[in-house]
């Protein structure tokens, strides 16, 4: 097989699978892993994927799943991001200032903290978690203003920013678009949403990240931290054994 051949195969599989895996693809082409490593290479050279950890995944461009509009993610994989939400309640106790970023996995978790009656102050700049703790509860609750982002449906840029500057969260959780392992790169489509992530981590002492295992199989556009910056990665289910091997290098804790 040529190597055009092979390289469109696996744009093919991409397509498919939404992922490969570099093991596969050898046993699959009957080449060595460096040859399939040298083919993703290539093809992440002219943007038809992303390399990611032990293989690759669509690039952004291509992606079917690829929007940084929070409304339209709202009901997608709701059991999963309920699941999060009951995990991560569980580490907030009575007393606790925390940040939820702008997040639908952090909308869950606002309503497992009024489900639990958590005494907790909660600081947020996304509009839907404001009406979450507005419709009920007893939990106090601070909305950070700013300009208005319509695809996070939340305040973002300096503004916010400045008004996050005098704060010191107990805890602060993350939602993330992509976590790469391989590059220790965590990820995320908008900048502006970086900048509020980097600050509320930088002004906590824990910090999670709240995701679904595939997500270490994506990367976006805007680096925001990396693992080692990370207390803790709080996932639906248990991620592969090559991710746990990473997260445990990084000092990173692993909540399933």
């Known amino acids: 097989m040529f190597v055009e051949e092979r390289q469109q195969k696996i744009l093919e599989l991409l397509h498919e699978n939404q992922k490969v895996k570099v093991k596969e693809l050898s046993q699959m082409f009957k080449v060595t892993e460096d ?5 993703l290479a290539s093809m992440e050279g002219r943007h038809l994927l992303k390399r990611a950890y032990g293989g690759a995944v669509l690039a952004e461009s291509q992606h079917p799943g690829h929007t940084n509009a929070v409304s339209s993610r709202k009901e997608k994989n709701l059991k999963e991001k ?3 939400a009951k995990k991560a309640v569980k580490l907030i106790k009575d007393g606790d200032v925390v940040f939820l970023d702008t997040s639908t996995t952090n909308l869950e978790l606002a309503r ?10 909660v600081v947020s700049c996304m509009l839907d978690i ?9 939990t106090g609750f601070i909305l950070l203003g700013g300009e208005f982002n319509r695809s996070q449906i939340g305040f973002l840029g300096n503004l ?8 010191r969260f107990d805890l602060c959780f993350m939602g993330v678009v992509g976590a790469d392992v391989m590059e220790n790169a965590i990820t995320t489509y908008v ?21 679904e295992t595939k997500k270490f199989d994506f990367q976006a556009n805007y680096v925001f931290a990396d693992f080692t910056q990370i207390d803790g990665v709080i996932c639906e289910t248990e991620p592969s054994e090559q991710v746990r091997a990473a997260l445990k290098e990084f000092g990173t804790e692993i909540i399933v």
Do not use: W
């Open 35 to 39: 040859c399939i490593r040298k083919d």
């Open 82 to 84: 309920q699941r999060i």
């Open 112 to 121: 497992e903290i009024i489900r639990t009656k958590r005494q907790v102050t």
């Open 130 to 138: 404001a009406n979450v703790f507005a419709a009920g509860g007893s």
């Open 160 to 167: 916010t920013l400045s008004m996050m500057e005098n704060f």
């Open 191 to 211: 900048p502006e949403d970086g900048a509020m992530k980097q600050s509320a981590i930088s002004k906590s002492r824990r910090s999670y990240l709240m995701m």
